[in-house]
């Protein structure tokens, strides 16, 4: 009977064992197939070479509102053409749009790898106060471009740090982006009243103090020599430059800009999002991350467009006003769908599919389902227009998917142990009465 019982412990505990990893098999990329992606192959997809790639792809129409904040009775500062640097925004959003109501937008996430999306971007010009105030104040998860590069307007009955913090509290709590178009940001205050003065570098160092970063300015280096100009950076000339057109070149056309008032890169580690123009670690175009911290839920994108003259690959001077408008909002757009779309499904090591994939595949399934809870949540976020709650959840469900431990048999173990010794003394109790019934039958 002992050895029945070790027997059948033995197999038990193999049967934990073995159980702890059923249903196991290799993760690959159609694992995280959805309601809202799927993973197709596409052979003719030549950008990812000769054998194609995979793509994500979606039936869902994905929207986007910017606002172009343009008063009338407020001036320019770097340009004297407001209207074309309008133009410039509006020519932006009409590369997608076209003759058509919805444009395809292509965001490679890897090598082999891109997401296509159905995209309907909505422009509104903010032609008066009210509107614009009224705009700051409530605005939510939608995009901001000032074209009145380093003024800031600022209404009727707000001091300039006052309307400072609204804009702060705009990217900080309600999923803004802010776009600035040339110049020194925030150099200038323009109010309602028709008043001018100048902030000078402190405009900024407010702004950036919400993030821990009140000593920053935008200033080139020491080093700094105005005839060697900025470049645009392969990230924008790439990204941006796949299917966003202008004067029948792509965005790569305009290939130098004037290093003018950009931020050093070491003063925004751990925030920073991208180049769009760059000398060394200098960059008077830049996408910041705009949060408390790395890890705040909510967060908005500072899109830091100081230039206001650009030249092309032979250094020939091009119309400064438009390009403005043209690549600050483009970087902004670009980053509203491809920032959620990398932390989704990116290949560069940190995305939230791939931790998912990874811990399935080392049978780490302890909280596994909370991370897959988390990524539908930032599948439906994204489903809906909210592309920076999408990314927050993504990267939440990363978060939790590395932290994933292998599922401990222990308790189950111990339960079966129970189970076993249990019926084992059921078994003898009732071998011992057989006994006894069997002596006093023959007694």
Request: charged content about 20%.
């Given at each position: 009977m002992?050895?029945?019982?070790?027997?059948?412990l033995?197999v038990?505990?193999m049967?934990?064992?073995?159980?702890?990893?059923?249903g196991f098999?290799?993760?690959s990329?159609?694992?995280?197939?959805?309601e809202?992606?799927k993973?197709?192959?596409d052979d003719?997809?030549?950008?990812l070479g000769?054998?194609?790639?995979?793509?994500?792809?979606?039936?869902?129409i994905?929207?986007?509102?910017?606002y172009?904040?343009?008063?009338p009775?407020?001036?320019?500062?770097r340009v004297?053409?407001?209207?074309?640097?309008?133009?410039?925004?509006?020519?932006?959003?009409k590369?997608?749009?076209?003759?058509?109501?919805?444009?395809?937008?292509v965001?490679p996430?890897?090598f082999?790898l891109?997401?296509?999306l159905?995209?309907?971007?909505?422009?509104h010009?903010v032609?008066?106060w009210?509107t614009y105030?009224?705009?700051v104040e409530?605005?939510?998860?939608?995009?901001?471009?000032?074209?009145?590069?380093?003024?800031?307007?600022?209404?009727?009955g707000?001091?300039?740090?006052?309307?400072m913090?609204k804009?702060?509290d705009?990217m900080?709590?309600?999923?803004?982006?802010w776009?600035?178009?040339g110049?020194?940001?925030?150099?200038?205050v323009?109010?309602?009243?028709r008043?001018?003065?100048?902030?000078?570098?402190?405009?900024f160092?407010?702004?950036?103090?919400y993030?821990?970063k009140?000593?920053?300015?935008?200033y080139p280096p020491p080093?700094?020599?105005?005839?060697?100009?900025a470049t645009l950076a392969?990230w924008?000339?790439?990204?941006l430059?796949?299917?966003w057109?202008?004067y029948g070149h792509?965005?790569?056309?305009?290939h130098?800009?004037?290093?003018?008032?950009?931020?050093?890169?070491?003063?925004?580690?751990g925030?920073?999002?991208g180049?769009?123009?760059?000398?060394?670690?200098?960059?008077p175009?830049?996408?910041?991350?705009?949060?408390y911290?790395?890890?705040?839920?909510y967060?908005?994108?500072?899109?830091?467009?100081s230039?206001w003259?650009?030249?092309?690959?032979?250094?020939i001077?091009?119309p400064?006003?438009?390009v403005?408008?043209?690549?600050s909002?483009?970087?902004?757009?670009?980053?509203e769908?491809?920032?959620?779309?990398?932390?989704l499904?990116?290949?560069?090591g940190d995305?939230?599919?791939e931790?998912?994939q990874k811990?399935?595949?080392?049978g780490?399934t302890?909280?596994?389902a909370?991370a897959?809870?988390?990524f539908?949540?930032?599948?439906?976020?994204?489903?809906?227009g909210?592309?920076?709650?999408a990314a927050?959840?993504?990267?939440?469900?990363?978060?939790?998917?590395?932290?994933?431990?292998v599922?401990?048999?222990?308790?189950?173990?111990?339960?079966l142990?129970?189970?076993?010794?249990?019926?084992?003394?059921v078994?003898?109790?009732?071998k011992?009465k057989?006994n006894?019934?069997?002596?006093?039958?023959?007694g």
């Open positions: 002992k050895k029945a019982i070790v027997i059948l033995i038990i505990l049967g934990v064992s073995v159980g702890s990893s059923a098999c290799v993760a990329e159609d694992t995280l197939d959805n809202l992606f993973f197709v192959w003719t997809l030549g950008v000769a054998w194609g790639g995979y793509c994500i792809v979606s039936d869902k994905f929207p986007l509102e910017v172009a904040v343009s008063l009775d407020v001036g320019n500062y004297s053409n407001r209207s074309a640097v309008v133009e410039g925004v509006r020519k932006t959003t590369i997608y749009l076209g003759d058509a109501d919805v444009k395809e937008l965001i996430l890897w082999n891109i997401m296509k159905n995209v309907s971007i909505s422009l010009l032609e008066d009210e105030k009224t705009l409530t605005g939510n998860n939608t995009i901001i471009v000032n074209t009145h590069d380093e003024y800031l307007p600022v209404p009727d707000f001091r300039k740090e006052e309307w913090d804009i702060a705009f900080l709590n309600r999923w803004g982006t776009v600035h178009a110049g020194y940001p925030f150099y200038r323009w109010y309602q009243n008043t001018q003065e100048e902030w000078l570098e402190n405009g160092k407010h702004l950036m103090g993030i821990g009140g000593n920053v300015t935008c080093s700094w020599r105005p005839d060697d100009p392969d924008a000339a790439q990204n430059g796949i299917n057109y202008l792509n965005i790569g056309y305009f130098y800009a004037d290093q003018s008032f950009p931020i050093n890169y070491e003063d925004f580690k925030q920073f999002l180049r769009i123009y760059s000398y060394r670690d200098y960059m175009g830049s996408i910041i991350r705009y949060s911290n790395q890890s705040a839920f967060f908005g994108i500072y899109i830091h467009m230039a003259q650009f030249y092309d690959i032979d250094g001077k091009l400064s006003e438009p403005m408008g043209f690549i909002t483009a970087a902004a757009i670009y980053e769908f491809s920032y959620s779309a990398c932390n499904y990116g290949r560069a995305s939230a599919s931790a998912i811990a399935e595949k080392e780490r302890a909280k596994l909370e897959k809870s988390l539908q949540n930032s599948l439906d976020a994204f489903a809906d909210n592309y920076k709650l927050t959840y993504a990267m939440q469900a990363k978060e939790t998917a590395e932290k994933a431990t599922q401990s048999a222990l308790p189950q173990t111990i339960a142990i129970a189970i076993v010794i249990a019926s084992a003394g078994g003898t109790y009732y011992i057989n006894k019934n069997k002596k006093e039958e023959s």
